[in-house]
């Protein structure tokens, strides 16, 4: 959407004359509720659990300074460490995924030689996953992916595919990763293309067809015109997914049975926090790990943003 | 278009035609059981439903008050949706409209906290439900939709785009009062970028899973999703696996329902950018 410009703006804002002032306290007025909830439920909380974090408390009861004991304790923490390795494995395998899937299927939809048709059904089609609570799709995909009765390895066996059944989410740990890494890309797959198609459409389609013109390839068309024109679109999806995934908990827990298993393969960095904030109790220990896993997506996306500008050279 | 475009063509159809097959497959197979018995389930898959519909519903609702999660879910979705709209509305009117003290402080402060990841808030909040004795009622679930910063930047940039500041001219020289003129004027040419952030935050209350989880402890208070992850401490259910994919698909079909009518919204809501909680 276009930023609308700055000058309507600023004629929003000097209006002219008579009765200004006493007007411009309906602002005030109108944003109030606003503010006030804001100030409540969004920012008291982040305060909130900054300040838990310095502290020994259970989430009841006494609580008692601890200086940085809880970060130092963080950083240490073979657990944590663990839980963001598998965060990341995860993310790696949906990412990789669903971003290279939505891309294909940009380059399929902007075709200018074969004017691909049904945009709209396919769109719509490749975006009900997203739709569906991930309880009710964590819950779908562990029945489905029953090692025993699953309708998965009844299918695949049926087809020849596999002889064995595969033991997707109770055997190894990194076949339940790679479920998980799946599984997440077939639910976000849609969001990502339809999001690409949206900065597509915002390039000039004078480009490709003058570069057609010119005998452009299909490849040249693309590496030289439509990803530098996406680069923003594209560091918008990957910063969102990335921010998204570094906060893996739903789909992993459910789809764990709750505890992690197998192993502690499907144990993520928020998963464990809820862990040691729900089950242990230990509120100030993982209010610091809260903090510690958002001072490292920030640097991730500052990495990402580097990374993304660099290229532009 | 020569012999070659043209099975290049072909295939790439194939393809969408596949994936799209791999999008809908598991929703098909959960229909599709749900209509059978566990033990047709366990000896083999079919693409057909079968005929034990009746069968499952028995076990499930004598197990599980589904409808009450149904209505909880339905109440909160509804309460989360007004509020998100008609609030965020008011805000990003009173922000883009009127000349105020603090108003740039405000858009700032919401900026800054569209970016700020949830889990960050996610402790301190239950901690504040905790501290206000809330643990185990809806306001902590409803009260917070009151403030939703994208909503609101997503809305204050459509209404500086459709709509001219002249409009309010002529009402106020026939001495309309601010909130008519919001009401009367504002919010219809609002209307159509309220019902995209509508139909999102529909959507995502009707999801939403931790926070409930979090909050909601008496069981005939739980939301649908709450409701269907608690699924497998009820062993009646989990033994039969018709019952299963019934309780899943339960909970799925309704918004699959609603999302052959409003996916256009849906979909151009996406686009522009903000659907994302």
Known sequence: M?????????RAVKSPKGGLERRNRYGILFCLPF???FLV?????VFRTFQMSFMNYKGFGKETFVWFDNYVRAFKDPLFRDAFGNTLKMWGVNIVLQLGLALLLTVIFNDIKYRMKGLGIFRALFYLP???ACTSVAFLFKTLLDWRFGSINQILMTMGVISQPINWLTGEGMTAQLV?????AWMWFGNSFIMLMAGVQGIDKSYFEAATIDGAGRWQ?????TMPLLRPIMLYVAVTSLIGGLQLFDLPYLLSGTKGEPGRALYTSVFYIYTTAFTNHQMGYAAALAFVLFLIIAVFCGIAFKLMNQKED | MDAKSKSVKALLYLFLILLSTLCFTPFWLMIVNATRTGNEIMTGFSLLPGGSLAENWKIVSENLNLGRGFLNSLFLAVCNTALVSYFSALTAYGLAYYKFKGAKVIFTALLIFMMVPSQLSMLGFYDL???MGLIDTYWPLILPSIASPATVFFLRQYILSVMPKAILEAPRIDGASEFKIFHKIVLPIMAPGIATMAIGAFIGSWNNYLIPMLIINTPAKRPLPVMVAELSAVRDITTNMGATYLVVAISAVPIMIAFC???KYIISGISAGSVKE
């Open chain 1, 41 to 45: 439920f969004n920012i008291y909380p």
């Open chain 1, 180 to 184: 998980v890494g799946v599984v997440g």
């Open chain 2, 261 to 263: 009518f409003f996916s």
């Open chain 1, 221 to 225: 068309i693309f590496s030289k015109i």
């Open chain 2, 129 to 131: 439900v905790n501290q």
């Open chain 1, 35 to 37: 503010v006030l909830a």
């Open chain 1, 130 to 132: 997203n739709l569906i």
């Open chain 1, 2 to 10: 276009a930023v609308p410009a700055t000058a309507s703006e600023r």
